[in-house]
Nanobody, 126 residues
Framework: QVQLVESGGGMVQAGGSLRLSCAAS????????MGWFRQAPGTAREFVAT????????YYADAVKGRFTISKDFVTNVMSLQMNTLKPEDTATYFC???????????????????WGQGTQVTVSS
C-alpha cells in the first residue's frame, strides 16, 4: 500500500523559507510522478509543482516559479519542496501526491493523481 507522509510545515514571516518533505513507502519515488498541491480554506486544491519518476523533469505553477524547487532524494526516499521568498498568499495546507508514470512525464491536475498524503500546514505572516 502506498503511504505518503508530509512534514516540515510551520509558521514563517513573509520573505522566509521552509522545506517540506514527503516520505514515500517502498519504491514509489523511483516509479511514480509526484507532485505538491495546496489548499487554502474555502478554495479548490491548487497545483504547485510536479516531478517525473527520474527526478530530472519538473514543472511549476506560475505563482511559485523561481521561488519553489521540487526534488527527489532516492537515498532517503524523500521528495522535497524548498520554498523561498514566501508570501502570505502561499498560506495553505500542502499535500504530497503520486501516480505511476512514464519517464519524463509530469502532471498538473489533481484528478490525475492516485495517492495523497494527509497534508502539512504552511502559514506565512505579513
Amino acid at each position: 500500500q502506498v503511504q505518503l507522509v508530509e512534514s516540515g510545515g510551520g509558521m514563517v514571516q513573509a520573505g522566509g523559507s521552509l522545506r517540506l518533505s514527503c516520505a514515500a513507502s517502498g519504491s514509489i519515488l523511483r516509479t511514480s510522478i509526484m507532485g505538491w498541491f495546496r489548499q487554502a480554506p474555502g478554495t479548490a486544491r491548487e497545483f504547485v509543482a510536479t516531478i517525473d519518476w527520474s527526478g530530472r523533469s519538473t514543472y511549476y505553477a506560475d505563482a511559485v516559479k523561481g521561488r519553489f524547487t521540487i526534488s527527489k532524494d532516492f537515498v532517503t526516499n524523500v521528495m522535497s519542496l524548498q520554498m523561498n521568498t514566501l508570501k502570505p498568499e502561499d498560506t495553505a495546507t500542502y499535500f504530497c501526491t503520486s501516480v505511476k508514470g512514464r519517464p519524463g512525464e509530469v502532471r498538473a491536475s489533481a484528478s490525475e493523481y492516485d495517492y495523497w498524503g494527509q497534508g502539512t500546514q504552511v502559514t506565512v505572516s505579513s
